[in-house]
């Protein structure tokens, strides 16, 4: 995402509860074991085109790729995952199932930023919508890296690899697009599909692109706007925030932001995704990816699993601490 000026950013204690045993199995689940808290720098920066092809089952239909009309993004009920048939469902002790699917019976909605053919449809993603403080682009093309990633394919990759994980813990998972060579949907069509499936929690994934001197990466909780529709659920989405904070920082290893929030936490009033959302809902900006070193993190495709591991923790930790 292109960074406006930045705007003033807001500290929460470093100290919350955080699932430590889940994360821990997370990693060892997607073959990072032992990858915890170790900086992102010391990864390969390899190359490689991200997958494009949604993984597992389970997820409600969100927006129609490359639709921006009305009726894009409407969701439909699915089940939240899949009984392992190895064993009857009788002889499972309750805290058992919670224990192997934490994320049971939650509804997560999950928004890779940007879209793939946004670049060849000028008109239609610089039409101007209501994001209640201001009129805003539909949608825009997305940051790139100076060997030229771009921030759609990553935030696709990594939801992808996001939406396997939640799904293995339990979670019906919600997705804003279902490939990266659509168009749009508008900031007010993905807020509109986490509303519609009543998501328990959602996150909109980008990366920065802001100074080439600047690295690290922000999470950004919405701000307070009187009558705005996020009203309900600006305390909520605060926490959102914070658990997605601290898990991200643990569990890769990238700093927080040195150009913009504080402590890898910031509030804004612009963003669409946010004011928009009854349901708590925090952007991240995963690094910046005009920055060297963030740049060669975020084009591994291991560093993007670590991210993906880190994000399926902080959910976890807050459907299971706040709801």
């Known amino acids: 995402m292109m960074r406006r000026p930045a705007r003033?950013?807001?500290?929460?204690?470093?100290?919350?509860?955080?699932l430590v045993l889940a994360g821990a199995a997370l990693l060892a689940s997607a073959g990072?074991?032992?990858c915890a808290g170790v900086s992102g720098a010391?990864?390969?920066?390899?190359?490689?085109?991200p997958s494009t092809t949604a993984t597992g089952t389970g997820d409600s239909a969100g927006a129609v790729a490359g639709s921006t009309g009305p009726g894009a993004g409407t969701p439909s009920a699915s089940p939240a995952g899949q009984h392992n048939g190895n064993a009857p469902l009788s002889t499972a002790a309750p805290s058992a199932t919670r224990a192997a699917q934490p994320l049971a019976g939650q509804v997560i909605a999950l928004d890779p930023g940007h879209n793939g053919a946004n670049w060849t449809h000028p008109a239609i993603?610089?039409?101007l919508v209501n994001v209640i403080t201001e009129m805003k682009a539909c949608d825009t093309v997305g940051a790139q890296t100076d060997a030229g990633y771009a921030e759609h394919a990553f935030t696709f990759d990594v939801v992808m690899r996001l939406a396997r994980l939640l799904r293995a813990e339990g979670a019906t998972v919600v997705l804003t697009r279902h490939n990266d060579h659509g168009v749009g949907p508008c900031v007010t069509q993905r807020a509109e599909i986490g509303n519609r499936a009543h998501a328990n929690a959602a996150i909109s994934v980008h990366a920065d692109g802001g100074p080439p001197t600047g690295t690290g990466f922000e999470v950004i909780a919405p701000g307070r706007i009187a009558a705005a529709p996020d009203t309900r659920v600006i305390g909520s989405s605060g926490r959102l925030a914070a658990d997605v904070r601290n898990?991200?920082?643990?569990?890769?290893?990238?700093?927080?932001?040195?150009y913009v929030g504080t402590r890898g936490l910031d509030v804004r009033t612009d963003l669409g995704g946010l004011n928009l959302s009854t349901v708590p809902k925090v952007f991240i900006e995963c690094g910046n990816m005009r920055n060297s070193a963030d740049a060669a993190r975020l084009t591994s495709p291991r560093f993007r699993e670590r991210i993906a591991v880190a994000l399926a923790a902080g959910f976890t930790t807050f459907l299971n601490s706040h709801t």
């Open 125 to 127: 993603i610089d039409r």
């Open 42 to 49: 010391a990864l390969p920066a390899a190359g490689g085109s």
């Open 8 to 18: 003033p950013g807001f500290a929460r204690g470093a100290g919350l509860p955080t």
């Open 247 to 258: 898990a991200y920082h643990r569990m890769t290893g990238e700093p927080y932001s040195d």
């Open 32 to 34: 990072l074991a032992g």
